[in-house]
C-alpha cells in the first residue's frame, strides 16, 4: 500500500532521447514536488504543484516539463536529455501544514 | 536565501552509543523543519517533523529539537543500533508562499555492531 510511488525504478537511455517519469500518491494530498538528487546526494528541488498552481524552480532547464492530469498524479517530462541529466529524481507530496513523503526514487542514467 | 548545513558529514560510532546529530539553518524565519532517513539506495523516510512553534518532537529512540532564534537542530539518537545506519537529511520549509524544502547534505552514519 505505497503512499508515493514512481515508475519506472530504472531508466538508461540515450542523448538526446525524450522520456517521461510517473508519479502518484494515494494520499489525498495537495502538493506534490519534483526533486533531484545529484551524485554528491544534494537534493533540490525542481518543481512543486499545488492545486493546479505550478512553482517552477528557475534554475530547472526548460527541457524538463511536469505534467499533472489530476490532484494525485505529477508526472515529469524530459526533452532532449544530456548526460547531466543522470541522477535519482524523487517525487513527493504533501498536506498543507504536514510531513512531506517521498517515492521511492527513479534512478536515470544517460548515456 | 536558506542555506541549511548539517556537521558532521559523516559519523561511525559503536552499538549503543547515544548521539547528536547537528544541522543549522541561516534563515530562521521558518515554517517547520522536517529530519529523514535515506538508506542507500531507497526513498527518503520521514523521521520527525517539528513545527516552528515547537522545541522538541520525539519518536521512539529519536528526539529533534529546534531552536530558532539560533537557527539550530539536533536529531538525538538514543541506544544506536546497526539498523540505524543511514544518510540522516535535515530540511527546512521557510516561511511564505513558496515553502518548498531546502535540504542539508545530510549526514552519513554508520553504527558499528
Known amino acids: 500500500d505505497t503512499a508515493v510511488s514512481q515508475t519506472p525504478k530504472y531508466l538508461v537511455t540515450q542523448m538526446g532521447n525524450d522520456k517521461s517519469i510517473k508519479c502518484e500518491q494515494n494520499l489525498g494530498h495537495d502538493t506534490m514536488y519534483w526533486y533531484k538528487q545529484d551524485s554528491k546526494k544534494f537534493l533540490k528541488i525542481m518543481f512543486s504543484?499545488?492545486?493546479?498552481?505550478?512553482?517552477i524552480n528557475e534554475t530547472v532547464p526548460n527541457r524538463f516539463s511536469p505534467k499533472s492530469p489530476d490532484k494525485a498524479h505529477l508526472n515529469l517530462h524530459i526533452n532532449s536529455l544530456e548526460l547531466g541529466d543522470s541522477a535519482v529524481y524523487f517525487c513527493?507530496?504533501?498536506?498543507?501544514?504536514?510531513?512531506?513523503?517521498f517515492g521511492p526514487g527513479t534512478r536515470l542514467t544517460v548515456t | 536565501k536558506q542555506e541549511v548545513t548539517q556537521i558532521p558529514a559523516a559519523l561511525s560510532v559503536p552499538e549503543g552509543e547515544n548521539l547528536v546529530l547537528n544541522c543549522s539553518f541561516t534563515d530562521s524565519a521558518i515554517y517547520n523543519l522536517q529530519w529523514f532517513r535515506q538508506d542507500p539506495g531507497k526513498g527518503l523516510t520521514s523521521l520527525l517533523l517539528?513545527?516552528?512553534?515547537?522545541r522538541e518532537q520525539t519518536s521512539g529512540r529519536l528526539n529533534a529539537s529546534l531552536d530558532k532564534s539560533s537557527g539550530r537542530s539536533t536529531l538525538y539518537i538514543a541506544a544506536s543500533q546497526p539498523g540505524d545506519s543511514a544518510t540522516y537529511l535535515c530540511a527546512v520549509r521557510p516561511q511564505g508562499s513558496a515553502r518548498q524544502l531546502t535540504f542539508g547534505s545530510g549526514t552519513q552514519l554508520t553504527v558499528l555492531p
Open positions: 504543484y499545488n492545486n493546479k498552481e505550478l512553482i
Open positions: 517539528i513545527q516552528s512553534s515547537q
Open positions: 513527493a507530496s504533501r498536506v498543507a501544514g504536514g510531513e512531506q513523503y
